[in-house]
Structure formats: C-alpha cells, structure tokens
C-alpha cells in the first residue's frame, strides 16, 4: 500500500502564496502520476494540476499562471506552489498518487486525508 500525506496549507490574505506538499511512502511501488485535487464546502472535488513521472504538468483553467506542480521523484514528493491566492481557492486540497504495487503489478488510486486552504482578508 502507499500512505499520503498532505501539508502545507493554511489561512492567507488574498494575493498570498502557499506552498502545498505531497508525500508518498510505502514498499515497493512506483509513481506514474501525481495529482492535486481541492473540494470546496458544497462543491465537487475538482482537479487542479497533476504531473506525470516525467515531469509533464497540466492545469485546470483556475490555475494556470498562478500555480505551478512539480515533483521530487527520489523523495516521492509533489509540491503545489500557489501564487496570488484567491478566495475562490478556498478548499481543501486533496493529494492522489497514481501507483503501481510491485507484489500485484496493480495499479491504484491512493488519497491523503486533505489540507485546508483558507484565503480570506
């Protein structure tokens, strides 16, 4: 199995920046995807970025040229920096690790449990 785990988010004024970070931990697996996903209260959960293992990154609208995916594959970590938060990124920001366990050759889905983002004055 892989344990994620998210963090890095908090209360910040509009404008602000935050960085998010994602980490996955585990034996025996290899990451072919990560993903940053935000639910905000009432709304669906919604894709923001994600990255391939080679490093290719997409973005959902809302967040192209305010946020920036990356990924440290030695450290099976992804980071989501965001610049110029707005009120509207208010959520909570889920990480999904797309992985293959080497005991089953199987692919998974693996969640974190979420960090809240608050942008607010």
């Known amino acids: 199995q892989v344990q994620v785990v998210e963090s890095g988010g908090g209360l910040v004024q509009p404008g602000g920046s935050l960085r998010l970070s994602c980490a996955a931990s585990?034996?025996?697996?290899?990451?072919?995807?990560m993903e940053w996903y935000r639910q905000a209260p009432g709304k669906q959960r919604e894709l923001v970025a994600d990255?391939?293992?080679?490093?290719?990154?997409n973005y959902a609208d809302s967040a192209k040229g305010r946020f920036t995916i990356s990924r440290d594959n030695a450290k099976n970590t992804a980071y989501l920096q965001m610049n110029n938060l707005k009120p509207d990124d208010t959520a909570v920001y889920y990480c999904?690790?797309?992985?293959?366990?080497?005991?089953?050759?199987?692919?998974?889905?693996?969640w974190g449990q979420g960090t809240q983002v608050t942008v607010s004055p």
């Open positions: 585990g034996s025996m697996f290899s990451i072919y995807a």
């Open positions: 999904n690790v797309r992985a293959i366990i080497h005991a089953t050759s199987r692919s998974g889905d693996f």
């Open positions: 990255i391939t293992s080679g490093g290719n990154p």
